[in-house]
């Protein structure tokens, strides 16, 4: 039977909190108010407390939905066995009271058709729930997947032990004044569990739980002032975008990025998913969110590196300072050097690698090229003639530089040896490679393996430096690359890239002829003059960002005047220093073994099988 109820709950009348900004969102930017929810409060009686071995004898429920009871539904269910003793004496339930009382195979579809679109509550929900699921798991009925919401767990959150001195129904409904007293049978315990969840929702409401999707983290261990600054996410656009958190003096605090959703992005900082201490020293301090909505995912990952470095927001970790990564520079004058400067200047003769996130990065870097090459290391410029007088550094009595202080060294024999530090650093990373893995090969011999780590480590920041230069060098050369991806919905992601710096980007569905946009996009994009390469037009990382766009499996080239290659043998090939120096002692040894096998033998036999003159 059922029956109607009025209890009018208050959060049902909740109004917004002091200071909250005046704004009318439409349904799909607050989600489902809790006063349009439907909700089912079931509890069950079992015949103990284990679901393998036990089985129900009661069902109780009521379906409620802005505080008025929509209906009620109660049965007896034959368990299938007797009835415990002491189950009979807590519950009131008797072995004889449940004969002829119909199965769970004939009650259970009549409840799941009860409670069909409805969020499911329960105090104990894992109790009342785990044994439903395993009733429909045997009698082969479907899971419909119901939210589930446990009274207990937001009690947790809402009642302090001040007030209570446990969270058992029994107590929570003398505390809230509820109209039905539990009493271990299932309908009671529901109706009074219905006026616990109106009187816990009226307590979460002013902390921003006021909507569905809400329900989600309203038991997360959050601070109650961090929660209560969920409205800041309200009104936010559900599209891809960057926001900013501004503090008191509209000063940005910290700016972020999501692809998918501005406003659910931004709710996440109220839950427990943010686990980060500083965010939620934000959060506290921030008092409005600034959304940006973009057209295309790259564009919101573009604008937040942007934003990044244009405001520096002291919570942002990463890319505030752009131009402080460094470079390891070719100087270019009579008898270059290297060295690690800031900028990348445009001059003729010199070569770069970088930027590095570090400058410690970096020095690894040159000392990999150092140990590689018997390039100078003084840091003075040299003069084309040596003065009378000029003495050498120890690397010259050491066979590790040609010493042109002295004149030892003329300036095409220096050349010739600063073409092959060019070559590693532009092109071809072998003999960088080589050298290095002869010696990490000779330290383990040793048992040096403290120092075999350092000398990967050198390794992997050039082999790193030299691969992102390399990269970066043909799109930072290219004046405009115009480029196309499809979406999921079948439309497209258009976008202009001009010297490695994102100059337009649409979005187009469908039923549109991308055409006559990216017609639009080149004239109206961006100008971008030309960069002194390998460095973008651009922060490194935003080109980064367009060449990991660039790369992705259906992406298509509409547009590329000029062209746009990189070396086949380059650092971006070797990949992982690790593998690169395996791979680089097994050509040595094979190098050995063929050098072995040919001094064995016959020279005819050796002639035979040499390449004839002009073929590849």
Known sequence: MSTVRRLRPVWADATPAAGARAVQPT?????????????????????????????????????????????????????????????????GITTSMLVGAPTIETVLPSFLEFSRDTVLVAHNAPFDIGFLKA??????????????????????????????????????????????????????????TVDVLHALLGRLGPLGVTHLEDLATATDPVPADVRRKRTLADGLPDAPGVYLFRGPNEEVLYVGTSTTSLRQRVRSYFTSAEKRRRMTEMVRIAHRVDPVVCATPLEARVRELRLIAEHSPRYNRRSRFPERMPWVRLTSEPYPRLSVVRDVRDEDGAAYIGPFSSTTSAQLALD??????????????????????????????????????????????????????????????????????????????????????????????????????????????CPELVAARRTDDGGWELVVVRHGRLAATARVDRLTDPRPVVTALRASGEHVAPPPVPSPAAHPEETDLVLTWLEQPGVRLVEVPGGWSMPARSAVAVGDPAAAVGDAARRAQADAAGRAVGDTLPRPHLALVAPSPGTA
């Open 27 to 91: 349904l799909d930017d607050v989600g489902t108010p809790l006063a349009d929810v439907t909700f089912v409060v079931v509890d069950l009686e079992t015949t103990g407390g284990t679901r393998a071995d036990c089985a129900i004898t009661e069902i109780g429920a009521v379906k409620v939905r802005g505080g008025e009871v929509l209906g009620e539904f109660q049965t007896l269910v034959d368990p299938g066995g007797p009835v415990p003793p002491y189950i009979q004496v807590l519950t």
């Open 135 to 192: 009733a429909a798991a045997r009698t082969g009925h479907p899971w419909p997947g119901n939210r589930v919401l446990d009274t207990v767990r937001l009690a947790r959150r809402a009642v302090t032990r001040d007030e209570a001195p446990n969270h058992k129904l029994s107590t929570l409904a003398a505390l809230f004044g509820a109209s039905v007293t539990p009493n271990h049978r299932a309908l009671s315990d529901a109706r009074a």
């Open 368 to 477: 990999a090229l150092h140990e590689s090459f018997p390039v100078r290391q003084c840091t003075r410029r040299l003069p084309l003639v040596a003065p009378p007088g000029a003495g050498a550094c120890v690397l010259a009595e050491l066979g590790r530089c040609g010493a042109p202080c002295l004149g030892r060294q003329t300036v095409d024999d220096y050349a010739t040896v600063v073409a092959r530090v060019r070559a590693a650093m532009t092109t071809d990373p072998d003999e960088v490679v080589a050298a290095h893995a002869e010696r990490i090969a000779w330290l383990v011999q040793q048992e040096r393996f403290e120092e075999a780590a350092t000398v990967r480590d050198r390794l992997g920041a050039f082999l790193r430096g030299a691969s992102r230069a390399q990269r970066l060098t043909p799109l930072s050369r």
